[in-house]
């Protein structure tokens, strides 16, 4: 046996379809090479010798996932929160990402991002960087450094940006595309690249052609936004009034998914039947990011409807329009804004139930990195341990109770061991 087998003993909890969560308590949990192995009453003999680490009742459930975020905007995330989706971006996206031209601040400023990520329940995540190559390059470094697996995009813009946010042309954009490509290559274990085009206003009609020959050529998955906000639906109408949905105007650059091109969209607020049935045909994972949707007013997305057709849907924290990094809070999130709008816009749509948003959090959004977000045989070990003996309570509560308070109250305080791939980090 390796040095990443173990077993973990606690309450153990984790998905197995959108409505059902599996507990087991007073339980071991292995750990075989990396893979989850099985969860035990008793730890059976061929595994006796191998290292235990007995949790005292704690919970242990799987890794979590963060399929949007932007780790440059990490520096001003609870700024700015009395605006709208497009003046925010001017006023403080575009200015805060210029800085990252200089590495003596990407340095400090990653650091930080990349710190507190670690520390979080977060085991994945799929990040936007800059489009600055040099800097991309640094906070892979740095993601690198700690354990967890991501997924990292240079992000391309040629247009639409600012004097200081926006690449020459697409010829330029897309050769930094593939020198950052190439100077990652085999260069590290843990993180990986994903093309990033910001948002189609931001990217010419040259970009999108040039982004879907290298995705073809490298075989690299996609991340966007979609749908977020009536004015930039309205704006991406404009820019290509030969579509009729938003999602076209990815889909007609071979970039909406599919065949061979795995890709994140961002939001989907206003999706419509058509664009929701593109969805689903191309298999595009939706990120949703509840706090960012209500912090910079752009709506609630109708996620009961995605999880009743079968969609592909996880959660995203979604900084710097989310102002929290713990995907636990988008977990509590994404049930209060579901109520939200099952009262006040569809009473058709029922609110998410805890069972639905853990699902999200972990094999929903998991699957987008291969058989992750489970304890189920056969599965990568990302696991997070969280002690709950700081929430007493005057009378013995149920395993789903637990769980329950800990995505409502929860800190980092109550993260006390987090695994990913088998690996412990702490």
């Given at each position: 046996?390796?040095?990443?087998?173990?077993?973990?003993?606690?309450?153990?909890?984790?998905?197995?379809?959108?409505?059902?969560?599996?507990?087991?308590?007073?339980?071991?949990?292995?750990?075989?090479?990396?893979?989850?192995?099985?969860?035990?009453?008793?730890?059976?003999?061929?595994?006796?010798?191998?290292?235990?680490?007995d949790?005292?009742?704690?919970?242990?459930?799987?890794?979590?996932t963060?399929?949007?975020?932007?780790?440059?905007?990490?520096?001003?995330?609870?700024?700015?929160?009395?605006?709208?989706?497009?003046?925010?971006?001017?006023?403080y996206?575009?200015?805060?990402?210029?800085?990252?031209?200089?590495?003596?601040?990407?340095?400090?400023?990653?650091?930080?991002f990349?710190?507190?990520?670690?520390?979080?329940?977060?085991?994945?995540?799929?990040?936007?960087?800059?489009?600055?190559?040099?800097?991309?390059?640094?906070?892979?470094?740095?993601?690198?450094?700690?354990?967890?697996?991501?997924?990292?995009?240079?992000?391309?813009?040629?247009?639409?940006?600012?004097v200081?946010?926006?690449?020459?042309?697409?010829?330029?954009s897309?050769?930094?595309?593939?020198?950052?490509?190439?100077?990652?290559?085999?260069?590290?274990?843990?993180?990986?690249?994903?093309?990033?085009?910001?948002?189609?206003?931001?990217?010419?009609?040259?970009?999108?052609?040039?982004?879907?020959?290298?995705?073809?050529?490298?075989?690299?998955?996609?991340?966007?936004?979609?749908?977020?906000?009536?004015?930039?639906?309205?704006?991406?109408?404009?820019?290509?009034?030969?579509?009729?949905?938003?999602?076209?105007?990815?889909?007609?650059?071979?970039?909406?998914?599919?065949?061979?091109?795995?890709?994140?969209?961002?939001?989907?607020?206003?999706?419509?039947?058509?664009?929701?049935?593109?969805?689903?045909?191309?298999?595009?994972?939706?990120?949703?990011?509840?706090?960012?949707?209500?912090?910079?007013?752009?709506?609630?997305?109708?996620?009961?409807?995605?999880?009743?057709?079968?969609?592909?849907?996880?959660?995203g924290?979604?900084?710097?329009?989310?102002?929290?990094?713990?995907?636990?809070?988008?977990?509590?999130?994404?049930?209060?804004?579901?109520?939200?709008?099952?009262?006040?816009?569809?009473?058709?749509?029922?609110?998410?139930?805890?069972?639905?948003?853990?699902?999200?959090?972990?094999?929903?959004?998991?699957?987008?990195?291969g058989?992750?977000?489970?304890?189920?045989?056969?599965?990568?070990?990302?696991?997070?341990?969280?002690?709950?003996?700081?929430?007493?309570?005057?009378?013995?509560?149920?395993?789903?109770?637990?769980?329950?308070?800990?995505?409502?109250?929860?800190?980092?305080?109550?993260?006390?061991?987090?695994?990913?791939?088998?690996?412990k980090?702490?």
């Amino acid at each position: 046996m390796t040095h990443n087998t173990f077993a973990l003993k606690g309450t153990i909890c984790f998905s197995t379809a959108p409505d059902t969560i599996q507990f087991h308590e007073d339980s071991w949990l292995v750990c075989e090479n990396g893979k989850c192995a099985g969860i035990f009453s008793e730890l059976p003999e061929k595994y006796s010798r191998i290292p235990c680490r007995d949790t005292n009742h704690c919970m242990i459930i799987p890794g979590l996932t963060d399929l949007h975020l932007h780790a440059p905007q990490y520096t001003y995330r609870g700024t700015g929160m009395d605006l709208e989706l497009l003046e925010w971006l001017n006023t403080y996206t575009f200015p805060e990402e210029s800085k990252y031209r200089d590495l003596t601040y990407a340095q400090p400023a990653y650091s930080i991002f990349v710190n507190d990520l670690k520390k979080s329940a977060t085991t994945r995540a799929s990040i936007f960087a800059t489009v600055h190559v040099e800097a991309t390059e640094l906070l892979m470094d740095l993601l690198e450094d700690t354990g967890l697996k991501t997924f990292v995009g240079k992000v391309n813009m040629d247009r639409n940006g600012s004097v200081q946010l926006q690449e020459a042309d697409a010829k330029a954009s897309a050769s930094d595309t593939r020198r950052w490509i190439r100077n990652i290559q085999g260069r590290y274990k843990n993180t990986k690249p994903i093309l990033t085009p910001r948002f189609t206003p931001s990217c010419t009609d040259e970009l999108m052609r040039e982004l879907s020959c290298i995705q073809q050529e490298y075989h690299l998955p996609v991340q966007s936004h979609l749908s977020e906000n009536p004015g930039e639906i309205a704006w991406v109408q404009e820019l290509y009034p030969n579509t009729h949905f938003y999602g076209e105007a990815y889909d007609q650059f071979g970039l909406f998914g599919g065949d061979g091109c795995p890709t994140i969209m961002a939001h989907c607020v206003y999706s419509s039947d058509e664009e929701i049935a593109l969805i689903k045909k191309r298999g595009v994972y939706i990120a949703h990011c509840p706090q960012s949707n209500t912090n910079i007013a752009s709506g609630i997305a109708p996620v009961r409807r995605y999880l009743n057709e079968g969609l592909h849907i996880g959660l995203g924290s979604d900084i710097a329009g989310g102002s929290s990094l713990s995907i636990l809070r988008a977990m509590s999130d994404a049930v209060q804004v579901s109520k939200l709008r099952w009262r006040l816009t569809d009473s058709t749509l029922r609110p998410l139930s805890l069972e639905e948003v853990f699902y999200m959090a972990t094999l929903g959004g998991g699957s987008f990195f291969g058989k992750v977000g489970s304890f189920e045989e056969g599965y990568e070990f990302d696991a997070v341990i969280l002690d709950d003996q700081n929430l007493p309570h005057p009378q013995k509560l149920s395993s789903r109770d637990r769980l329950e308070r800990l995505i409502y109250l929860a800190d980092d305080r109550n993260i006390t061991g987090k695994y990913v791939a088998g690996q412990k980090l702490f």
